[in-house]
């Protein structure tokens, strides 16, 4: 397996998960754009576009550095048609930036509500829209193109929603793109899936919520491994899953998990939302 000359645009890839997905692929030294919002340091959230590269860089990859609001229409293009003219194409788009906002419903300020669907919806669709000639061309060269959205498998169940409605709403809104979008390019070759992990992950994101412990979550690495095995399936076989970090390592014969625990030892991790 290999991502090899393959040119992989990120959202919101600065830091999180998103930069452990960009570190891996880098590794086999394919080209990624990450385009996220920050370009100067922030006191509370580590990382920028600009040193997420040099990472990129010294893992052996070549970087782009994008800086990119997916609230932004005109910014979306620009950006994506900026890394499909560096790199003459673009093969792989991961959908990682996200908003989230724990509330219920009656203490979720509209601003808060509008920023997760302008974030997880409205991004993740424009971002793919913009993406997706890009990737026929790919398909049409044989270069195997694929859409990867960090996003819940889709559930009806009362229990993922009655505590924090918005989030839920704009997190399966993310997965419906996957539903859709499978769907409607199969017939094109491009792999659409979705990616979500069964327990807590230590990100900066997380850290910020209160009460979160973060000896008891995995690390990034986790999903970045995962990520790599479905980049590397044939995506005209593979497409249309909701995949879960460890069920899809499990199946390639990963089953020892420790190097992922934040803490070694951990055994009781804390779970993430929507999985039974």
Sequence with gaps: MTLAGKAIFITGGSRG????????AAKDGASIAIAAKTAEAHLQLPGTIFTAAKE??????????????????????AAVEQAASAF????????????????????????????????????????SQAVIPYLKKSAAAGRNPHILTLSPPLSMKPKWFKNHVAYTMSKYGMSMCVLGMAE????????????????AIDTAALQMI????????????????????????????CSGNFFVD?????????????????????????LDFFLD
């Design 56 to 77: 990129i860089e010294a893992a052996g990859g070549t970087a782009l550095p994008i800086q990119c609001d997916i609230r932004d229409e005109a910014a979306i293009l």
């Design 184 to 199: 409607e390019f199969k017939r094109d070759g491009i792999g659409v899936n979705a990616l979500w992990p069964r327990t």
């Design 246 to 270: 460890d069920e899809l390592l499990a199946s390639a014969g990963i089953t020892d998990l420790e190097k992922y625990s934040v803490k070694p030892g951990t055994t009781d991790f804390l």
């Design 88 to 127: 003459g194409g673009l093969d792989i788009l991961i959908n990682n930036a996200s908003a989230i906002n724990l509330t219920p419903t009656e203490k979720t300020p509209a601003k808060r509500f509008d920023l997760m669907f302008d974030v997880n919806v409205r991004g993740t669709f424009l971002t």
């Design 210 to 237: 209160p009460g979160v412990d973060t000896d008891f979550c995995r690390t990034p690495e986790i999903l970045a491994d995962a990520a790599y095995l479905i980049l590397n399936r044939d995506g005209k076989d």
């Design 17 to 24: 998960i998103g930069l452990a997905i960009a570190l891996k």
